[in-house]
């Protein structure tokens, strides 16, 4: 594992061709996504990400994103309605991502705004709570879904500019694939269900430090 180690920086060192200030970008980041609805609408996260700078032109980074959002309608899953009287009710998830990616940047060679895309993937860990409420004609329902893990194909394409000599500020469109397979099941009648894959549209904001 030490060898791989050496043979690693080794490569970083050889074919990172900049300033030594500019190598390395760490920073906080802000993600809204939209999806259809099933099984979210909007997601929203936020994480810290790390760039290592390889030339010019490339770069690798990296990121942790924490979020929180809604399981729309988890009953829709199932088949099953809710009564009409009690407000819609969605369940609460929770999920960690750890992703990765490639990063092109375009533009006038030192200057201080750089347009850039990047292709990346990610697994994420969504943990959805336990749901319960009334069902339409009587009776109640009671939910629990298993969401496994999820692996996130994304593409993003932006603007960074930096501020200083050592600060940045970024914005960019972006697009998230979701491989997923959540398995719903109703403990009260037994029912089961599942929901696949699904694509979100948004955006990311940044702010870094550059070293």
């Keep these: 594992m030490l060898k791989g180690i050496v043979l690693a920086v080794t490569f970083l060192v050889c074919f990172s061709e900049v300033k030594a200030q500019d190598v390395f970008h760490i920073g906080v980041r802000a993600n809204l996504v939209t999806a259809g609805g099933e099984p979210a609408n909007d997601i929203l996260s936020y994480g810290l990400q790390a760039r290592y700078r390889l030339n010019e ?18 009953l829709v899953v ?15 998830v929770s ?26 993937a990610g697994v994420a860990e969504p943990d959805v709570d336990d749901l319960t ?6 009776g109640v329902f009671a939910l629990t879904t298993d969401a ?25 469109l972006r697009a998230d694939h979701h ?23 948004g ?7 550059r070293f």
Aim: charged share 20%; no cysteine.
């Design 57 to 74: 032109r490339w770069l690798i980074g990296a990121a942790l994103d924490e979020a929180e959002y809604d399981f729309e309608l988890p």
């Design 78 to 92: 199932l088949g099953l309605e809710q009564d009409p009287g009690a407000e819609p009710i969605d369940a609460t």
């Design 95 to 120: 999920s960690t991502m750890i992703s990765g990616w490639v990063e092109r940047e375009l533009g006038r060679n030192g200057s201080s705004t750089r347009w850039f895309w990047t292709a990346g």
């Design 133 to 138: 409420g009334p069902l339409l004609g009587g």
């Design 148 to 172: 496994g893990s999820e692996v996130i194909v994304s593409l993003s394409g932006g603007v960074r500019r930096n501020v200083g000599s050592h600060f940045s500020l970024e914005f960019a």
């Design 179 to 201: 491989i997923s397979e959540w398995d719903v099941r109703d403990r009260v009648s037994g029912r089961t269900g599942k929901t696949g894959d699904y694509t979100g549209l």
């Design 203 to 209: 955006a990311h904001g940044g702010f870094g430090f």
